[in-house]
């Protein structure tokens, strides 16, 4: 049953954000990507209210996170996951933990990225 509870809200997330891009993107003309910037920003704070309600406060029962935070905002944005994780760590004191996960993990993506482009474009 978990599985298919992250499964259908990881659906309506990357749904719901591939709508979202696609709807945001053209309407703003940005060069800058402001859809994904949008979907990102947006993620970030459902995600915060998610874990309030369905984790410290437990407006409803336990399976329900699965749903909406592993499921929809999974989908809709890794980022959302990544800054809660980084929030957390910073409440607990891993201030330095919190700092080195954002840097390394924003520094070796992209970097995991150029070098996943340049090997596709050497090699094929």
Do not use: C, D
């Amino acid at each position: 049953m978990q599985w298919l509870m992250i499964s259908i809200g990881g659906a309506l997330g990357s749904m719901a954000r591939f709508a979202a891009v696609g709807w945001l993107t053209p309407m703003l003309k940005y060069r800058f990507p402001i859809g994904t910037f949008i979907v990102n920003v947006v993620g970030s704070f459902l995600i915060g209210v998610a874990y309030v309600l369905l984790v410290e406060k437990a407006v409803l029962p336990a399976e329900w996170r699965l749903f909406f935070i592993t499921g929809i905002l999974g989908g809709f944005t890794t980022f959302s996951a990544f800054s809660l994780e980084m929030l957390q760590m910073w409440q607990e004191g891993h201030v330095l933990i919190s700092i080195a996960y954002a840097t390394s993990s924003v520094v070796l993506g992209l970097l995991m990225a150029y070098v996943g482009m340049h090997f596709v474009q050497k090699f094929f």
